[in-house]
């Protein structure tokens, strides 16, 4: 059934599952999408029963936003096409509703990856300048020293990426295991810490991200993110937004 409801016009294509609000107000300043056959305003408000075009092709209806909590197994990369990965995110994960992941794990990492339609909240989860917090445990191949929690948590240059690590919170968990809280996201930022310290990394399981913990969830189960814990973390999303953006470091994977 269509929803006849009016919203601003980046809303609707966020909704969708299109793009982010950001992306939507680009795309409708570059004159790239069309209402009714007529060149799009910014601002301008519609529902389903307008006939809206982008890049010449028709945007689906909006789908009720879904978010889903995702136990991502080693050997899954967050991809959508690959031809040289042997399994991707869409090979893995079947719902009825199309999602994408909000914020990656390496092919090697495992636990807790959030996977939604809602473009704005994949935006704003993944927006280093929003700080939002990522918890892993790791283990590595040789006991932990004192030495080495404290440099982790002080940050460190990573002399690949000429990108140093914000100071984080850093404690031992075990003889070669350690918890970490990160928010920012360099490209396998644990990975090139852990060995700018002369540490290799075992493995790498993500258990939280922002307010929502992969708890009790298997290997390649889902749960649906629902009620108080999904307002929760939307609520952090749109405060975070609101905030100046802060010095961030850029990235994607663990």
């Known amino acids: 059934m ?23 107000d680009a795309l409708i300043e570059a004159g790239k999408v ?11 408000k519609v529902s389903d029963l307008d006939k809206i075009m982008v890049e010449d092709k028709p945007v689906g209806r909006r789908e009720k936003r ?5 136990y991502k197994p080693v050997g899954v990369t967050c991809t959508e096409k690959d031809r040289h990965a ?29 996977l939604t339609n809602d473009g704005d909240l994949i935006n704003g989860l993944m927006r280093a300048a929003n700080f939002h917090e990522k918890e892993y445990l790791v283990r590595v191949n040789k006991p932990i020293s004192r030495d080495f929690l404290k440099k982790m948590s002080d940050g460190m240059l990573l002399k690949d990426l000429n990108e140093r690590t914000r100071p984080c919170f850093v404690k031992e968990e075990g003889k ?6 990160l928010t920012q996201g360099l ?39 629902a009620g108080d814990e ?25």
């Open 2 to 24: 269509a929803n006849t409801e009016k919203v601003r016009l980046n809303k609707y294509l966020s909704q969708s599952g299109l793009c982010s609000r950001r992306e939507a």
């Open 34 to 44: 069309s209402v009714n056959g007529r060149t799009a305003d910014p601002g301008m």
């Open 66 to 70: 879904v978010v889903l909590a995702y």
């Open 86 to 114: 042997q399994i991707t995110i869409r090979d893995a994960v079947e719902y009825p509703v199309r999602v994408t992941y909000a914020g990656r794990l390496d092919r090697d990492s495992e636990g807790l990856l959030l």
């Open 176 to 181: 070669f295991v350690f918890r970490i809280i």
């Open 187 to 225: 490209n396998r930022q644990i990975r090139r810490m852990c060995k700018t310290l002369g540490y290799g990394v075992v493995s790498i399981k993500r258990v939280r991200v922002a307010n929502i913990l992969l708890g009790k969830l298997n290997p390649g189960d889902i749960r649906v993110v």
């Open 230 to 254: 999904r307002r929760e973390l939307y609520a952090e999303v749109e405060q975070a937004s609101r905030r100046p953006d802060r010095k961030q470091g850029n990235g994607k994977t663990q």
